[in-house]
């Protein structure tokens, strides 16, 4: 379709992990297209591909078979820059404290140290985190982890936010909370989401879902506005 902003471009994407009879294919042939504005819930069981291909979309892992493109993301040595990650558990450097972590994307791409945590502040009230924003990572709850994970997505803005299996290690209650804040920095900043989960609550409440089986991606379980892109 025109005037659409094509994020990422999956074109006949495969990944294979290892050699000889170890080898595990965990993607497979899979063409699908994020587009600006997308909010896409990728569902599977374990071990279907899901985290793979986030990582793909995210030029954090490199394909074996086809191509991978962000046409219409600001790219830096062949990746892209302009996407935010909110991933399961690890998304903090622990040796930071909560606001140099939310202000170290920015700090990386040039904005001044007191600019940056000013932002890093702006976003830590946003998701209700500022009583914590001198903690270490350590002395945070899950919830209260990723939460930080998204203000910092939220101060740097990006035009793209993967996030995978972000409520993967919370209570119901919490991860409900976790995924609102999620839903709402996107909408704020104007970005595409992709989250992979297992979580049906989840799932649901993004526009469109899409099932990996095997390492394919299948046909999307509701249709959306971006069903008929894979
Ligand atoms: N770094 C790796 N080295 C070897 N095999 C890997 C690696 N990463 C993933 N795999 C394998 O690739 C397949 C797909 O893994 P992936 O993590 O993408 O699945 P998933 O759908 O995210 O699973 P889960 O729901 O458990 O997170 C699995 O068989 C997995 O064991
Ligand atoms: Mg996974």
């Known amino acids: 379709m025109t005037g659409e902003r094509v994020l990422v471009d999956c074109d006949d994407v495969g990944r294979v992990y290892g050699s000889g009879s170890t080898t595990v294919v965990a993607v497979s042939g899979v063409s699908c297209q994020v587009l600006a504005g997308d909010r896409i819930a990728v569902v599977g069981r ?12 995210g030029g954090l892992e490199t394909p074996s078979a086809g191509r991978v493109s962000w046409p219409a993301l600001r790219m830096r040595r062949g990746r892209p820059d302009d996407v935010g990650v909110v991933f399961q558990g690890l998304s903090l450097l622990p040796a930071l404290d909560v606001t140099e972590n939310v202000a170290l994307p920015l700090v990386l791409s040039g904005v001044s140290q007191e600019e940056a945590t000013e932002r ?26 990723q939460r930080a994970a998204i203000a910092r ?12 299996e972000p409520t993967g290690q919370l209570d119901h209650e919490t991860a409900r909370t976790v995924l609102d804040a999620l839903l709402q920095t996107v909408d704020r900043i104007g970005a595409a989401l992709v989250v992979s989960t297992h979580d049906p609550m989840i799932a649901e409440r993004l526009q469109v879902q899409w099932e990996m089986r095997d390492g394919q991606l ?10 008929g892109r894979q």
């Open 46 to 57: 374990s071990g279907s591909g899901k985290s793979t291909l986030v990582h793909l979309m």
């Open 153 to 164: 997505v939220l101060a740097a803005a990006p035009a793209l936010v993967l996030a995978d």
């Open 120 to 145: 890093a502040m702006v976003a830590l009230a946003a998701v209700r985190l500022t009583a914590q924003a001198r903690a270490v990572p350590e002395e945070l709850s899950g919830g209260q982890s």
């Open 218 to 227: 299948r046909a999307p379980a509701q249709t959306g506005a971006a069903g």
